[in-house]
C-alpha cells in the first residue's frame, strides 16, 4: 500500500471513530433513534477502515512458492469483504429495526 493510501485510511478511519463517538454522545443526550443510527453508521464505517487495513497488510506478504507472484490482489478480496458487510449487515439492520 502507497504510504498516501495509508495515511488517508488512517485518517479516514481516526475520524470516523471521533464521529461515532460523539454520535453516539449524541444519542446519550437525546434519545434520538436518527442519532443511534448515524453512530451506528459511523462504527460501520470505522470496521470497514479496519478491514482496509487487513487487506494492505496481507497483502504485503512476501511472494512464497504457493505465490509466486505475492499477495497483492488480497488487496481487492478485502474491498469486496467491506461491500458485503456495508450491504448486508445496514440491509438486516434496516429490516430488524424499522420493520
Not at 485510511?9 to 460523539?22: C, Q
Request: proline content about 1%; aromatic content about 14%; glycine content about 12%.
Amino acid at each position: 500500500m502507497h504510504e498516501g493510501s495509508h495515511r488517508a485510511i488512517v485518517a479516514a478511519f481516526l475520524a470516523n471513530l471521533g464521529i461515532a463517538i460523539a454520535k453516539f454522545a449524541g444519542f446519550a443526550v437525546t434519545g434520538a433513534a436518527s442519532m443511534l443510527a448515524e453512530a451506528i453508521h459511523s462504527v460501520a464505517d470505522t470496521g470497514n477502515q479496519g478491514l482496509l487495513f487487513l487487506g494492505g497488510a496481507r497483502a504485503r506478504r512476501a511472494a512464497d512458492e504457493s505465490h509466486p507472484f505475492g499477495y497483492g490482489r488480497e488487496r481487492y478480496f478485502w474491498s469486496f469483504i467491506v461491500a458485503l458487510v456495508l450491504f448486508s449487515v445496514g440491509g438486516l439492520f434496516a429490516l430488524c429495526c424499522w420493520s
